[in-house]
T-cell receptor, first 116, second 114 residues
Framework: DQQVKQNSPSLSVQEGRISILNCDYT??????FLWYKKYPAEGPTFLIS?????DKNEDGRFTVFLNKSAKHLSLHIVPSQPGDSAVYFC???????????????FGQGTILTVHP | KAGVTQTPRYLIKTRGQQVTLSCSPI?????VSWYQQTPGQGLQFLFE???????NKGNFPGRFSGRQFSNSRSEMNVSTLELGDSALYLC?????????????FGAGSRLTVL
């Protein structure tokens, strides 16, 4: 049972345009969400996160939006750069449960390719 | 500040053998988590240790075990290896306080079971 889903295995965008990566979740207990990006032969790198008490969080070119009623979050990258080409993972955790120590539930990832 | 260090980076074993992987967390981080990444199942949580105690465990068989030492370094062990254990094993650390779930990952140990 896949509790976090990234339905688009890949996304291709032109440099300078917006990249939108989507993620859906099913577990109502999830209250903290993170995005990681991964380059080949490296571990995932933390990008940005959002708590369920917010609906938006920005950090430079990266913005994450959370729609709790739809159990949907998205990552916007504006403007996209070739160096952003990587695999992007959405992850979720039930932080308030007090028992989620170290446990993130990951989506399957979306391969983003930004063309010059 | 040094990142999360995992050793070895690559290893090849045969079915039935056992393997031990090592992880050194970021200095000052007391929580260490382990994940398995495979093409079919994605990233899956194995277990988490804090102050030498396992606080959380994923849905893996008992062949997968771990431990943490007093300096927060951690090891995981897989006994009686199966072909399906071939994967990238990732270690992640966090301070262990309020930011527990913002994990910093190492580069991983790539295990191939023949």
């Amino acid at each position: 049972d896949q509790q976090v889903k990234q339905n688009s295995p890949s996304l291709s965008v032109q440099e300078g345009r917006i990249s939108i990566l989507n993620c859906d979740y099913t577990n109502s207990m999830f209250d903290y969400f993170l995005w990681y990006k991964k380059y080949p032969a490296e571990g995932p790198t933390f990008l940005i996160s959002i708590s369920s008490i917010k609906d938006k969080n920005e950090d430079g070119r990266f913005t994450v939006f959370l729609n709790k009623s739809a159990k949907h979050l998205s990552l916007h990258i504006v403007p996209s750069q070739p160096g952003d080409s990587a695999v992007y993972f959405c992850a979720a955790t039930a932080d308030a449960s007090g028992t989620s120590y170290g446990k993130l539930t990951f989506g399957q990832g979306t391969i983003l390719t930004v063309h010059p | 500040k040094a990142g999360v260090t995992q050793t070895p980076r690559y290893l090849i074993k045969t079915r039935g053998q056992q393997v031990t992987l090592s992880c050194s967390p970021i200095s000052g981080h007391r929580s260490v988590s382990w994940y398995q990444q495979t093409p079919g199942q994605g990233l899956q949580f194995l277990f988490e240790y804090f102050s030498e105690t396992q606080r959380n465990k994923g849905n893996f068989p008992g062949r997968f075990s771990g431990r943490q030492f007093s300096n927060s370094r951690s090891e995981m062990n897989v006994s009686t290896l199966e072909l399906g254990d071939s994967a990238l094993y990732l270690c992640a650390s966090s301070p262990g306080g309020g930011e527990t779930n913002v994990l910093t990952f190492g580069a991983g140990s790539r295990l191939t079971v023949l």
